[in-house]
């Protein structure tokens, strides 16, 4: 489906990069791992690409460093044939760089009192979330897709995208019947047609 993040095989989880990471210091880290850069890839914000950087790691595995503004979220993501070598490629960049872990953006989203806080943490526990369907990520994000705020409810469907669970189908299908917001509505509806195509 192309390289766009939010729709492209699920090969590779997305660990997303906390707000103290800059690029430098993730551009040192990659030189300290031997990785050597490939340069930028073009933007395409109707794929909603904006910025991504490339390293070739060896072995056929490459890291790539996005920033979504969609989601207003950075993260770093594996690409290549080899699933040993992508999730050991992960494995060093978690290790050396402050990336959200699982735990965290469950907490998040469970913690957050006001709708802007849940908002994000509910859009970044979509993007950040496993490859394979977790239960405690699919109670939140349902759960915030019933929220009182319309910011909430947005953020939980364009989570469910970035997860592209079929999971989720009850889930947007009960939003789509639900929904007053007919825009909002009709994203959920096409994101549905769409879900677990990539499997």
Do not use: C
């Amino acid at each position: 489906m192309g390289d766009d993040p939010t729709t492209q095989e699920r090969l590779s989880q997305r660990l997303v990069l906390k707000d103290e990471v800059s690029i430098q210091q993730l551009q040192s880290f990659a030189e300290a791992q031997g990785w050597h850069y490939a340069g930028m890839l073009d933007r395409d914000p109707d794929r909603k690409i904006y910025r991504e950087l490339k390293w070739e790691v060896g072995d056929g595995t490459s890291i790539h460093y996005v920033e979504d503004e969609f989601a207003d979220e950075r993260f770093v993501m594996a690409m290549g044939d080899n699933t040993e070598g992508r999730n050991r490629t992960l494995t060093t960049v978690s290790s050396g760089v402050e990336v959200w872990e699982l735990e965290d953006l469950l907490y998040e989203v469970s913690g957050a009192a006001y709708p802007a806080g849940r908002s994000r943490a509910v859009m970044r526990l979509g993007v950040g979330a496993p490859l394979e369907a977790d239960e405690s990520v699919v109670s939140r994000i349902s759960r915030a897709s019933q929220d009182p705020d319309k910011r909430v409810r947005k953020a939980a469907v364009w989570a469910i995208a970035y997860t592209d669970w079929p999971e989720f189908r009850p889930t947007l299908e009960r939003f789509i019947q639900q929904e007053e917001d007919a825009q909002l509505a009709h994203s959920a509806s096409l994101i549905l047609q769409s879900l677990g195509d990539s499997e």
